[in-house]
Nanobody, 124 residues
């Protein structure tokens, strides 16, 4: 059974940093694309960043230059380093895995597995 468990969320002031982690179990971690999404209250879930098995990355325009996605295959962990946080980054952040072949990384329904989320709150 595939499980994705996120951690690292919290409350920070604007300009601060957080690092999110997502540990995958029961999943062939080295295969396919994994990503981070976020959902603010009353908003749709949106793609933040993704990384494929070759280490190629994609980022949403709103976080480019501030966030970095990475993965450690040795311990099946996906990371999201978030710097220069803004109040508009406040959201629940979700880890997603196993993007369908040929599917754009931002497509929510394209992923087969999701974590429960970790909350990030950025105050001004």
């Amino acid at each position: 059974q595939v499980q994705l468990v996120e951690s690292g969320g919290g409350s920070v002031q604007a300009g601060g940093s957080l690092r999110l982690s997502c540990v995958a179990s029961g999943y062939a971690y080295t295969h396919n694309c994994m990503g981070w999404f976020r959902q603010a209250p009353e908003n749709e879930r949106e793609g933040v960043a993704a990384i494929d098995e070759d280490g190629n990355t994609n980022y949403a325009d709103s976080i480019k230059g501030r966030f970095t996605i990475s993965q450690d295959n040795s311990n099946n962990t996906l990371y999201l380093q978030m710097n220069s946080l803004k109040p508009e980054d406040t959201a629940m952040y979700y880890c997603a895995a196993d993007l369908g072949p040929g599917t754009l990384w931002t497509v929510v329904i394209g992923y087969n597995y999701w974590g429960q989320g970790t909350k990030v709150t950025v105050s001004s």
